[in-house]
């Protein structure tokens, strides 16, 4: 006999997922409807014009994908690219990297500008000359903590002749993304980071001139289940059935946004800046360091080292274990050398900080690591 579900109570101060809150879970408890029932409709209606207000956009074509994040990302790349299109990727860890190498197999010929791990793109770097499709960015790269300025990124594209690309996977809800403000054209985003949503839906956005680049395509898109002139047509007037959309999921999402929207875009992100403020201020009173520069650091995940000595996966199993408390460890060229932790959506609370900075302290400080200062005082003088 298998016994029945019994998911551990834990805290998740990872890279994602992040903590859901109960009016999440119990909206996506309701009963499952039909796929083309009005009241369903009439739900998509409500959360298309919800994810308008959190991306910043009067974009029409924008809509929850089906699937985590990579297939937003995967969907922005094979709508717009055509195999022999030249595309600029901004790479400055893990998730740059990943949209090269998407862009590469949908046939582009990718142009990666590379930036030292830990570090933000020079916006001049980005201008490589010659025509481009896209030019790819991420707002916020999870893998490093490390946040890219969007504002100066619309003119190097002009200069390129091409379509700006962002990936705000980790920024949609925790930080301002300002689709229209930024001339973003084409932007995906995840449930699971500063949602605080299960993962499974990636709500994206295109512009008009995005729209129009995938009008004028030469080839179909390479992908049939992320084709968007398809699915624009369920999520738009038509409601022309492409695949049956994942109820549950976008009630989930639905409730999501919903609370964002009841909380205010203004007080979520000064949230997000105090509690990290406060994180930050609490580790480096605990000796360890941040590799970002203050002015590149992203509020909803935080790169701090793992000091010299200390056993990576024996402080983050003690964590969870003891604490039920779960980090990230570090990815690429931070493998093994520093630890991700994020305050993202309903995981970014003074609680959540509190409990990371003490039992941090404490798995430190059993392991023969004791702390320079006092981690909590250093953080509550932060409230
Ligand atoms: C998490 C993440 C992704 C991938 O999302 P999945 O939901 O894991 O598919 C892409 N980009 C960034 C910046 C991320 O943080």
Known sequence: MVRPLDPPERM??????SDVSPAVLQAMARPTIGHLDPAFLQLMDELRGMLRQLFGTRNELTLPMSGTGSAGMEACLVNLVEPGDRVVVGVSGVFGGRMA????????????VQTPWGRAIDPDDLRVGGHAKLLCVVHAETSTGVLQDLAPLRAVADELGALLVVDAVTSLGGLPVELDAHGVDAAYSGTQKCLSCPPGLAPLSFSVRAQEVLKARRSPVQSWYLDLSLIGKYWGAERAYHHTAPINPIYGLHEALRQVLDEGLEARFERHRRNARALRAGLEAMGLELPVPAAERLDPLTLVSIPDGVDDGRVR?????????????GLGAFKGKAWRIGLMGASSTRRHVTTCLAALADVLGRGGHPLAGDPLAAASAQY
Do not use: K, T
């Open 12 to 17: 998740l101060l990872g890279p994602g997922p």
């Open 317 to 329: 199993r003690a964590l969870l274990d003891e604490w039920g408390l779960e980090i990230g460890g």
């Open 101 to 112: 190498e998407v862009a590469r197999r949908a046939g582009a010929e990718v142009e990666e």
